[in-house]
């Protein structure tokens, strides 16, 4: 009975996420909250200080455990290792507040969909849901499961069929006023912090009031010189964090102030077509898009398709096309239906639509998934507003480190209290000289030195061209001893040089064609396959999309022609896009090509697909792209020559981009059949059709900036999404794999129904001896990793692949690869996040350098993110880099060439940069 108790009392809120909490209810008890009153006007407002600081002491002290069902007042703890407590109120919504009668006894669901929350959460008898609200987002007590849920987002347990049928015509009335009430606005607001508030919050630091009292009692004594001195100082230091907080709030209030004031055209069910403000807009509506439209919320695609500009998300400003969710009539969650590739059916909130394309039945139709701080808009400024706690060791041994200056000072009161009553001092001097040697022990200065280091630096920074959103991560920058990379538009040059194609023919790989000559790719498949599988679009006359498909589709110099103009010749729809042979193409057979279906790539697929027809033909090609080792597995095994790995790895070692390309002619006769054709079925038995070979060359700040680094003993390591041998071979040239340095190249298998997960370990230098591969087999039961410790002249690689195999199979091995892993190449988003964490864990401060397209949220993870893309994405990173190159990195963690300190006089006996903090106050006493 007392276990079932405490379940009563406890719940978790997002369990399994990353912002897990635990919650605990509580009922406020009217004698005690009279009692703590009476308390903190007896101590002066004493004790309402220590409840600001505590808030969970304050919970302690007015209230009683009790049932969270029956709580009037919910104290939250994080899950994590800080064990930080937030103190709620539990708000009750009544239903009676609706402008249309609510039965009290009815047992119908309040809304369509039968398992939302909404409809679990209302109490019948009462007509009310009980809610939190945390960090923005609204939690419901859902009755059923016995703890609070969110709400503000339709439930990912819906599968495609709920989706299309359920809300394919539109919410009622009715059910959108429900929906209102219970989610709330649609609307991602951040207020301008009051300047008071931020003086109140500034001043109530336990520094600044430990500060107050010694200041106040170092005057009384007549120290008045020092005081005042250290009064001015704080007064500036307070005022400039003031001023730098006010800032930061207006621009972030600037970036999201537009969000809520977007026109939208919804589909209400048996009204039609309703225009209304987006902040009106609840999950589950029906959202029309008629054009160009920036998105105020996080909605489906469920009819025609549409080209976004997700800038926004991934930093790179690049049109992404989106297809319908599919009509499926099984019974999995639609995100499970989709499997990863799930975000192409999903518009997201903040991202531009630039162009829609109808299916031909109607307008493009969306479904409402998240409004608000649910969105992926709303989620970016929720990590500005509530950013990850530091777990940073600095900051830890600098508390314990006050903390044992405290206890000095505690019992220097003891020992002066006793000296002075022993010779018998009056009682006033006797408390006031044991007060001060109390307060003399912990410098009152120190947050105010603290606070003036940390403005001065960033104003450093700022003529540097790097600008911050997080200030107190800048006292890190000076500790970091590990620096991440992303590979292109990073160590590399954002844009690819044309260098090849390798096609194939029976089975084996033909002459190469260089771009050197300056004549087009010759027609054939190859030639077709460029020329159609790619994402470009025409807008405003201007060719659009993703570098890598622009400079594939302009060595084939066809052309893509209006659709609005051209599609009418062919018996096409406005949707199909329309490509033609430009007058320095190679003659061709073949006078138009019409992209009929395109299934769109993504990092974690690693290729694209599309259905295309050629003019005058009477069937439908299938055409893929993508990194060589995936796109092979999709082929007819006697298409692919035989020596096809030596060859890709001949143009990857010479740091070559290889992309291949495939093809296969569809049995359909009809358009109709094409638009149901799902990819699993369209990407099988390919004919492979060869390799287009690009260039990536380095930028020329790469290599000086890497050989700083390595002299001041920082680590490198290069996390890409790009082909292994391609990263290497970029690694070796920016030598940050030094030269005579050895690379191991670490493969790991999922385990199989024969045989367990297995490691195996290659040295890269002798892979092109031919085929005695020099290979070791490791017993991972007792095995030790290859001779070398950190400073060996081992460098370990492996692929994203690998790095899962091994992190969910041989855990206690990855921190050894890790301490010399150097190249981490076909690494999806999530793995980068994961690979920054489990370096975290081994004690390295971690930075983070990255374009922005694919390293958002390693750039989070790590302790000081730099992001080169000034893309609305990036601005969730703590340091933005307008330089879009890698020297923005020593210039944060050295902030200044010669520092004023004796540390220079260590860089000069030494030959090695000293890199603490040379600009904080603090640091420069230290040293």
């Known amino acids: 009975m007392e276990g079932n108790s405490k379940k009563e009392h406890r719940a978790l809120l997002n369990p399994g996420e990353e912002n897990e909490l635990e919650v605990f209810g509580y009922n406020t008890q009217t004698l005690r909250r009279a009692m703590c009153l009476v308390t903190s006007v007896l101590t002066a407002g004493a004790l309402q200080l220590v409840f600001y600081w505590r808030p ?67 109490v019948k008898p009462e007509l009310k849901l009980r809610c939190i609200q945390v960090q923005k987002i609204r939690y419901v007590w859902d009755h059923l499961e016995k703890r609070f849920q969110k709400v503000g987002l339709l439930e990912d347990s819906n599968t495609c069929y709920d ?92 970036l999201v102030e537009d969000h809520n004031k977007v026109q939208v055209t919804i589909m209400v069910k048996d009204k039609g077509l309703q225009e209304l403000e987006s902040r009106l807009l609840v999950p589950g509506d029906i959202l029309i898009l008629p054009g160009k439209l920036s998105l105020p919320c996080d909605a489906v695609l469920i009819d025609g398709s549409c080209v976004v500009n997700e800038g926004m998300l991934t930093g790179e400003s690049i049109p992404v096309t989106k297809t319908p969710l599919p009509h499926a009539e099984n019974t999995m969650p639609w995100k499970s239906h989709s499997l990863e590739d799930y975000r192409k059916h999903v518009l997201f909130c903040g991202t531009e639509v630039i162009q829609v394309k109808p299916s031909g039945q109607g307008p493009v139709r969306a479904v409402v998934l998240q409004t608000g701080y649910n969105t992926a808009k709303g989620d970016l400024v929720r990590s500005i507003l509530y950013p990850r706690p530091l777990n940073f060791k600095l900051y830890s041994d600098a508390f314990k480190f006050m903390v044992f200056l405290a206890c000095l000072g505690v019992l220097g009161f003891f020992y002066a ?35 003036i280091g940390i403005v001065y630096a960033q104003k450093r920074l700022k003529k540097k061209k790097i600008f911050c959103i997080s200030p107190q991560r800048i006292n890190m920058c000076g500790q970091i001893n590990l620096v991440c990379f992303d590979k292109t538009g990073t160590l590399t040059e954002d844009g690819l040089d044309l260098w090849g194609t390798v096609p194939t023919a029976d089975n084996c790989f033909q002459e190469v064609h260089s771009f050197d000559s300056g004549k087009a790719v010759p027609w054939g498949p190859l030639c077709a396959a460029m020329a159609s599988c790619h994402s470009l679009i025409l807008l405003d006359g201007t060719i659009q999309g993703d570098p890598l498909d622009l400079k594939m589709f302009e060595g084939t110099a066809w052309e893509i022609e209006d659709c609005s103009v051209d599609s009418s010749k062919f018996g096409l729809s406005d949707s199909n896009t329309v490509i033609k042979p430009g007058p320095k193409a190679s003659q061709s057979p073949v006078t138009a090509i019409v992209i009929l279906l395109q299934f769109p790539f993504s990092s974690s697929l690693q290729r694209m697909s599309v259905v295309a027809q050629l003019v005058r033909e009477g069937h439908f090609h299938v055409y893929m792209k993508g990194a060589p080792e995936m796109v092979v597995r999709f082929c007819r095994s006697e298409t692919v020559p035989k020596n096809f790995p030596e060859v890709l790895r001949n143009y990857t070692v010479q740091g070559f981009r290889v992309i291949a390309l495939a093809q296969k002619v569809l049995r359909m006769r009809k358009v109709s059949e094409v638009e149901h054709l799902t990819r699993e079925k369209a990407e099988s038995e390919l004919t492979f059709l060869g390799l287009l070979i690009m260039e990536n060359r380095l930028k020329k700040e790469t290599k000086p900036v890497l050989r700083e680094l390595s002299a001041a003993h920082i680590r490198t390591v290069m996390i890409t999404g790009d082909n292994l041998q391609t990263a290497i071979t970029v690694a070796k040239n920016s030598e940050m794999i030094p030269l005579g340095s050895q690379v191991i190249i670490v493969e790991a298998n999922e385990p199989e129904e024969s045989s367990a997960a297995s490691v195996t370990w290659q040295l890269v230098e002798k892979q092109e001896t031919g085929p005695g591969k020099d290979e070791t087999y490791i017993n991972i039961g007792n095995s030790s990793l290859p001779d070398g410790g950190r400073g060996s002249c081992y460098h370990f690689a492996m692929t994203g692949k690998s790095y899962q195999v091994i992190f969910q199979h041989f855990n206690s091995l990855l921190p050894k690869i890790l301490l010399n892993g150097t190249i981490f190449a076909r690494m999806s988003p999530g793995q980068k996040s994961s690979l920054v964490e489990e370096f975290q864990k081994l004690n390295y401060c971690v930075g983070m350098c990255g374009d922005g397209a694919n390293d958002c949220g390693a750039l989070k993870m790590a302790h000081a993110g730099i992001s080169l893309s000034e893309q609305e994405a990036s601005v969730a990173s703590p340091f933005t880099s307008k330089a879009a190159n890698i020297e923005c990195v020593p210039h944060l963690i050295r902030k200044q060439k010669k520092s004023q300190c004796l540390c220079q006089t260590w860089e000069n006996n030494t030959g090695f940069t000293c890199l603490l903090f040379s600009d904080c106050l603090l640091f420069r006493s230290l040293c």
């Open 417 to 451: 209290l006793g000296i002075y009553m022993y010779h018998e001092v009056s009682p006033r001097d006797t408390t006031t000289m044991a007060l001060l040697l109390l307060t003399v022990t912990v410098p009152p200065v120190l947050p105010a030195a603290l606070t």
């Open 56 to 122: 969970e002491w304050r919970v302690w002290a007015n209230c009683i455990p009790c049932p969270l069902q029956e709580a009037d007042t919910v104290l939250l703890r994080t899950t994590d290792e800080f064990q930080r407590y937030m103190r709620k109120k539990v708000l009750c919504l009544s239903l009676s507040t609706l402008k249309f009668p609510m039965s009290k006894h009815s047992e119908d669901p309040l809304v369509a969909d039968c398992h939302s929350v909404i409809n679990r959460a209302v």
């Open 163 to 254: 989706i299309h049928h359920t809300f394919g015509l539109g919410l009622s009335t009715e059910e959108q006023e429900v929906r209102r009430l219970v989610c709330g606005p649609n609307a991602i607001e951040v207020e301008i912090q009051p300047i008071w508030k931020l003086l109140v919050k500034q001043v109530l630091n336990p520094f600044y009031v430990f500060q107050a009292f010694t200041l106040t009692l170092w005057l009384s004594q007549g120290y008045i010189e020092y005081s005042v001195a250290i009064i001015i100082l704080t007064i500036i230091s307070i005022v400039l964090s003031v001023y730098d907080l006010r800032q930061q709030s207006v621009k972030l209030h600037k």
